[in-house]
């Protein structure tokens, strides 16, 4: 039970908003010490789990490509390529990309999308320019919430997407864990029964993001006054 | 053949390059703090595999100490004014998109069919790693191309990654160290405690208590780990499969199904699930570090409830 400790530090550091990096390090210590093993064991667990895990910060690399494609003009030509289209708003433009994003998710083409690839590039300045067509200059506190639901509608399309394709790799861990357990399944059984909570998200995250271009109507008003 | 060590000293190349850069940035007050957390970076993916496993823990408690105690500042290479850019976006055209559409194109071409091409019978991609073999390949060439068409300075894709790096700053290394953190758990034991807990002082004697507890506890026990597939195994092993399958004779596939998509409405409320909801808050300037997570709580809410249902409505049926 001790060894709960150290999830306790995880949600007390993040809640009183410590920097995560020291409630990280602090978590696993407090963790591995409560369990018993000796602070150089934990060391080394640390180590041995950071440089195996490097693979995780491998995307990074693609910040070179995206700052020397923003340098030409990258953003702003995602802006003007929404400028020109009428009848885009930023909730049709971002249920569009939901449902592109879900799609190809499902057909197991997770990497056709993602924060530092689509959103930061593209989706949200996308999004910024059909809310500036709509409501003119629009304030900060508008700005940041049409970039934060950019960034929640790649992941929410994700994570109900990918899981109608049978090789992802929660399908393959789903079904090697039952097999250990004596119980054979089948990816494709899997898979169809991931379908109806896929429907489900595009109905709800899709109506929320419809609903979205009333609410910043109401708020916008105000500032173009 | 290109293997996953190929694309490491390619990842090191790139923030050894930070590190230098940002030494020189006399625009940044805290550039040596940058350039320390940048190289100690660039040394764990050179040399990560020559250290040992408590020298890589000293290097992660270095990487930790200016990450995380303020010590990295925003540098601030040259770059392009928005009237230039407007200008440059004006001359390239919809082109512009395309080196950032070849990398998702690359990686695709070289998951589906590079895996068994061979080259004096070596195999052209380690298989066991190709999707981001793949993906780092295709980040590679799109980056040749635009610089082979835009013919900008030499250094000049190090400057503006460093730029974004540093807008970024400590939370590049919170995906990685959190996965790491999952390491110490696993071996702690923490995943078998929390299953005691929901077994010992949870109602499970209905087989609808038994559904909620399970998809409830997904989800719960995926926002304290940051993902679920640290979450399923332990809450399957302690609630899914003793009750819902053996003792109500549930159906097996859709309790897996249904409990792992419970498990990620947990991932879209937590901090600790980084890559997902802090990393793009500090990519796309977000002054609210959880502005991603707040978007999405009312989704992950409804998700949870959606989920809960359709199990129930479905496990027991097929």
């Not at chain 1, 210590?29 to 934990?42: D, H, K, N």
């Not at chain 2, 208590?209 to 332990?234: D, K, R």
């Amino acid at each position: 039970m001790l060894t709960l400790l150290g999830v306790a530090v995880v949600v007390v550091g993040f809640v009183i908003r410590l920097n995560p990096l020291l409630v990280i390090g602090a978590a696993a210590f407090v963790t591995g010490l409560c369990a018993g093993l000796p602070p150089l064991a934990i060391l080394s667990a640390l180590g041995k789990a950071f440089n195996d895990n490097r693979y995780v910060s491998l995307l990074w690399l693609i910040l070179p490509l995206i700052g020397l494609l923003e340098r030409h003009g990258l953003q702003e030509r995602a802006r003007m390529l929404v400028g020109r289209i009428r009848v885009v708003t930023v909730g049709r433009l971002l249920l569009l990309y939901f449902i592109l994003r879900q799609v190809t998710a499902s057909l197991g083409l997770t990497s056709l999308g993602g924060h530092p690839q689509m959103v930061r590039p593209l989706i949200a300045p996308m999004a910024e320019a059909a809310a500036e067509k709509e409501f003119g200059p629009i304030s900060d506190d508008i700005r940041f919430r049409v970039r934060a639901n950019a960034a929640a509608v790649d992941n929410v399309a994700l994570f109900f997407g990918e899981d109608v394709f049978i090789a992802i790799g929660s399908i393959l861990l789903i079904k090697g864990f039952l097999q250990q357990s004596g119980i054979l399944v089948q990816p494709f059984e899997l898979s169809v029964w991931a379908t109806p909570t896929a429907i489900l998200a595009l109905l709800i995250h899709g109506t929320r993001v419809f609903l979205l271009d009333r609410k910043l109507k109401c708020e916008a008003t105000p500032v173009s006054e | 053949m290109i293997t996953l060590q190929f694309c490491y000293v390619v990842a090191g190349l790139a923030f050894g390059g930070f590190a230098v850069l940002s030494a020189f940035d006399r625009s940044n007050p805290k550039r040596f703090g940058n350039t320390a957390f940048w190289g100690l970076l660039a040394a764990s993916f050179l040399f990560g595999d020559d250290l040992s496993d408590w020298q890589n823990g000293a290097l992660v408690i270095a990487l930790i100490v200016p990450g995380g105690f303020g010590l990295l500042g925003c540098g601030k290479p040259q770059t392009t004014t928005p009237e230039e850019r407007r200008a440059k976006a004006l001359q390239h055209g919809n082109w512009l998109f395309a080196p950032a559409l070849l990398v998702p194109a690359i990686a695709l071409f070289g998951t589906l069919f590079l895996k068994q091409l061979r080259i004096d019978a070596l195999p052209l991609l380690d298989a066991r790693n190709v999707t981001v073999i793949s993906l780092v390949v295709g980040i590679v060439v799109a980056l040749a191309v635009a610089m082979l068409w835009l013919r900008p300075r030499r250094v000049a894709p190090l400057q503006e990654g460093r730029r974004l790096a540093d807008m970024v700053g400590w939370a590049i290394i919170l995906p990685q160290l959190l996965a790491s953190l999952g390491a110490i758990f696993a071996l702690s034991g923490v995943g078998k405690a929390v299953g005691e807990i929901a077994t010992r002082y949870l109602p499970l004697d209905k087989p609808f208590e038994a559904v909620v507890v399970y998809c409830v506890g997904m989800a719960a026990f995926t926002a304290v780990m940051g993902n679920a597939f640290a979450a399923f195994p332990v809450m399957t092993a302690a609630i899914g499969l003793p009750l819902i399958v053996h003792q109500f004779h549930g159906n097996p596939a859709i309790m897996a199904a249904i409990g792992m998509l419970s498990g990620f409405c947990g991932t879209l409320t937590t901090p600790m699930a980084a890559n997902f909801n802090i990393v793009p808050a500090a990519l796309l300037e977000l002054p609210d570090r959880n502005g991603v997570i707040k978007v999405q709580l009312p989704t992950a809410g409804l998700m949870l409830i959606a989920n809960t249902l359709l199990m129930y409505a479905l496990v027991f049926r097929f």
